[in-house]
């Protein structure tokens, strides 16, 4: 009888372990519906009098599929606010095409927040995107500044990719000390610019600009996806790294929900 019991009570003990850890997933994903990401994009319209300037399409698109297949809810900003400029636009890309033809997502591009009206403390992660309008509007921006300090301070997630981490340039915490210093990153390299001509048009080098700003820069062959995490500062090299990104931006907010 007691043994009948004890067996009993060892299916009991293994059947509430079972559930317990089919749910634990569930519980992750419930979790990082309260989580959300301000995605920044750049107003500026054209880098050159030939060249659509703004942010690279599929480094939008890219992680908003992530982010939606993760249960996050994302804002969109900029520097001006409005629709956002971009390039890079092309609907055979699957991520580009769902994006596109969501009323939600089209509305929300359409209608971007202007930084100076973004309320920091409502995210837990920033990703900053490339294209080459950052290299202008995401550097001495102090209001960019303000928003990355104040999330990162707040135990969040600072992502960025491709030339997105030009807006981690000037980027001060408050105890004076730059954000990035001695960290490690990766971004858009200087050889990736030269081989697209592009190094006769930004006003500056980035690869060379992240590392006079004190961080260890880190790099794949050209146009080869890298993402670097280092901590709570996840940073990509090119439009290639745009979706693996955003997978290590969830993972770091599933761990912390958890």
Known sequence: MHMWIAKCLAHLAGAIAAIV??????????????????????????????????????????PVE??????????????????????????????????????????KLANTTRLAQVDPSKYAAVLLVGGHGPMW???H?????????????NNGIVSAVCHGPAGLLEVKLSNGQQLIKGRRLTGFTAEEERAREYDKIVPFELENALKRAGATFEEA?????????????VTGQNPASAKTLAEAVAKALRSKAI
């Open 21 to 62: 850890l089919a749910a634990t997933p569930a519980i992750a994903q419930q979790s990082l519906k309260d989580e959300r990401i301000l995605i920044v994009v750049s107003s500026l319209d054209k880098k050159a009098p030939d060249r659509v300037g703004g942010f690279w399409f599929p480094e939008l698109t890219h």
């Open 141 to 153: 921006n102090p209001e960019l500044d303000e928003i990355v300090r104040s999330i990162y301070e």
């Open 66 to 107: 992530v982010f939606d297949k993760a249960g996050l809810s994302y804002d969109i900003a900029s520097p001006k606010g409005g629709l956002a400029p971009f390039d890079g636009f092309d609907l055979s890309d699957p991520a580009t095409l769902d994006f596109w033809t969501s009323p939600e997502h089209r509305n």
């Open 137 to 139: 509007d995401f550097v």
């Open 221 to 233: 062959p050209p146009f080869e996806n890298l993402v670097v995490v280092d901590g709570r500062l």
